[in-house]
């Protein structure tokens, strides 16, 4: 009688063996996977592999038996398609905020969910010598912490650093700040902690890379209908549409006129639920909700004079402004 324990380490060795090393165009044999087993001091015969490959697809999973050339057993249900590891992969090399030595480890970790012969095909593709990558190697127990005292509703300590330029050249500053934490929003490759600064009635951001130190503090965090416009529950994709470079700023509906060639850019920042206008002049109008700030500010500057801010008139102002103001900084050069 076989020994229960040995037959589900059998079913593991080979599970795990079909998951690694076939696929459609590589099948493994049952010598093959016999002389794979016998590695493992593992002895078993020809028939007991069909039974094991027929256990296995009873237990769920797909695994083909092939005939012709390329006789044999092969998995064709993945955990991942390979072009869904591709964009896993692609992610984490752009992602700047994830340390070189994490997003190395990370995608080994992805590659491995391929098949040996899949994996090949994803290793190496995207270059990440010359990438900006974050020096900060806690980030992942700081992501840890933070998901913590969001998921428990409890107030932090951090220490956060900030870039300056100093007498030597490039310097960081540190201080320390209570937060009350909400959310957490990849945006532009960048990792942030959407908060509420507990000296302050607003919402703050700050980056996760540049987190130095997370201490959960043993007090209840500020609710975030008290600082924000949600009541029950932070919408972090509604608000990263009216936010623009992660500043912050008064909500405001704003009103904008904006060249045809622009609707896709329009339709990317702010959705398609949005009301747009056909205007007489072959230009479009439409309103939304936006964060006032100087990220609002840039990001209609961007477009020239593609883009016109019809209401706020504050807005319109500031935008002014910063015309003049770029204006006169070359007008002498």
């Known amino acids: 009688m076989i020994d229960a324990l040995s037959h589900r380490a059998r079913l593991l060795f080979i599970l795990n063996f079909l998951e690694r090393n076939t696929d459609e165009e590589h099948p493994v044999s049952s010598p093959e996977l016999i002389k794979m087993l016998e590695k493992e001091n593992i002895k078993v015969e020809r028939k007991a592999i069909y039974k094991d490959i027929e256990a296995l697809n009873e237990m769920g999973y797909d695994i083909v038996t092939s005939s012709g050339k390329n006789r044999g057993f092969f998995m064709t249900s993945k955990r991942f398609e390979l072009p869904e590891l591709s964009l896993l992969i692609d992610a984490v090399q752009a992602a700047g905020f994830i340390p070189r030595k994490k997003t190395e480890s990370l995608v080994g970790k992805l590659e491995e969910l391929a098949s040996c012969h899949e ?157 747009i206008r056909k205007t007489d002049d072959g230009k479009f109008r439409f309103s939304a909700d936006a964060l006032i700030s100087e990220g609002l500010i840039g990001w209609i500057m961007q477009f020239g004079g593609s883009v016109k801010v019809i209401s706020p008139e504050s807005l319109k102002n500031d935008v002014s402004i910063r015309a003049e103001r770029l204006a006169d900084a070359y007008k002498n050069h």
């Open 119 to 275: 994996a090949k095909k994803l290793g190496g593709r995207v270059c990440i010598e010359n990438r900006s990558k974050s020096k900060n190697e806690s980030v992942y127990y700081i992501i840890e912490d933070l998901n913590r005292a969001i998921n428990e509703s409890r107030a932090i300590e951090v220490i956060y650093k900030k870039n300056v330029v100093g007498k030597t050249g490039l310097e960081f500053k540190e201080k320390t700040m209570v937060i009350n934490p909400y959310a957490l929003l990849w945006d532009n490759d960048h990792y942030y902690l959407i908060g509420n600064n507990a000296k302050y009635d607003n919402l703050t951001h700050l980056r996760i890379d540049r987190i130095g130190k997370v201490k959960i503090l043993d007090v209840t965090a500020r609710h975030f209908s008290e600082v924000s416009e949600y009541s029950q529950r932070f919408d972090t994709a509604d608000y990263a549409r009216k936010t623009f470079n992660m500043f912050g700023g008064e909500l405001c509906r704003i009103d904008l006129e904006c060249d045809e060639k622009l609707l896709d850019q329009m339709l990317d920042q702010f959705g398609n639920n949005i009301f």
